[in-house]
């Protein structure tokens, strides 16, 4: 090894002493916070997890059709929740499923929460949208694993970091789709709205937000499905649901167990998409 080699590889920048040296100041200066908001969000999803359990499966089952249709019209829909849900209950995954389902509502709702505030703030503000893009690429590029290490030291194992490194993992889509949305208004519809007379606000919820609907629906679609996928791999710091069986398939050898867990998820998100999804044709007739 030349000189200028040694040279840099022993004069390492400290970067994981920095960031180490900062969690630990985190947890030592805002220890009891980040414990108030572990029990609080504990607390809340293992009470809805165990209402939801209550609920008989087949009573599940058929309001989960009955929400299938009330949202998209479609017996074929329908047809399919009602078949994968019966299909999970066979074959004896039904209490993890509905984890899943608690934890990715929750994630859903706190990155829609979040991000479309954040994206209709972009939309209206150029400079926000330029200086949001890095970190939203940096957000969407890092490896899902990465998330759980500060989560981890932060709030120790469980659902609660499992559930924060879901939203941080899902809430970049409905940012980028909200922007998106808001930023395409055409100009003359906006123009339109102030001749009239429309305040501000007017203008965002009668004009603004209508056309963007779409994009809003998109973000909306792509948080669910990057909750969903995150939520299992959160299953290795104990946040429970359908990536148990899956992991316990691979320290097991047990193929079987793991394409039972798979095809369970595999429906899951199926139904979660087709049941949440804008139709194209409802979508291209709001633009």
């Not at 209550?54 to 329908?78: D, Q, T």
Request: net charge positive; with cysteine.
């Amino acid at each position: 090894m030349d000189q200028l080699t040694q040279a840099i590889i022993g004069h390492k920048i400290p970067i994981g002493f920095w960031l180490n040296a900062a969690m630990n100041g985190l947890k030592d200066g805002a220890g009891a916070l980040f414990d108030a908001v572990s029990d609080t969000l504990s607390f809340l999803i293992d009470r809805t997890a165990e209402t939801v359990s209550a609920v008989p499966p087949l009573l599940f089952c058929l309001l989960v059709a009955a929400l299938a249709y009330g949202l998209r019209r479609s017996w074929g829909i329908v047809a399919f929740a009602v078949i994968a849900l019966v299909f999970i209950l066979n074959q004896g995954y039904w209490k993890d499923t509905i984890i899943t389902l608690v934890i990715t509502f929750y994630a859903t709702l706190a990155s829609m929460a979040i991000g479309v505030p954040i994206g209709i703030a972009a939309g209206h503000r150029g400079w926000l949208a330029k200086a949001l893009r890095p970190m939203l690429d940096l957000m969407q590029t890092l490896p899902t694993f990465v998330y759980l290490i500060p989560m981890l030291s932060l709030f120790g194992l469980g659902v609660v970091p499992g559930i924060i490194a879901t939203v941080i993992f899902a809430v970049p889509a409905p940012i980028r789709m909200t922007q998106l949305g808001i930023s395409s208004v055409p100009l003359p519809l906006r123009e339109a709205g102030e001749a009239f007379g429309a305040t501000r606000w007017q203008l965002l919820t009668k004009v603004e937000l209508p056309h963007a609907l779409p994009a809003i629906m998109e973000g909306l679609t792509q948080s669910i499905m990057l909750a969903l996928s995150m939520s299992v791999i959160a299953t290795m710091v104990g946040s429970g649901g359908l990536g148990v069986p899956v992991l316990r398939s691979l320290n097991q050898v047990r193929p079987a167990m793991g394409f039972e867990a798979g095809i369970a998820i595999v429906l899951v998100a199926v139904l979660l998409d087709r049941v949440f999804r804008r139709p194209a044709q409802t979508a291209s007739q709001a633009r």
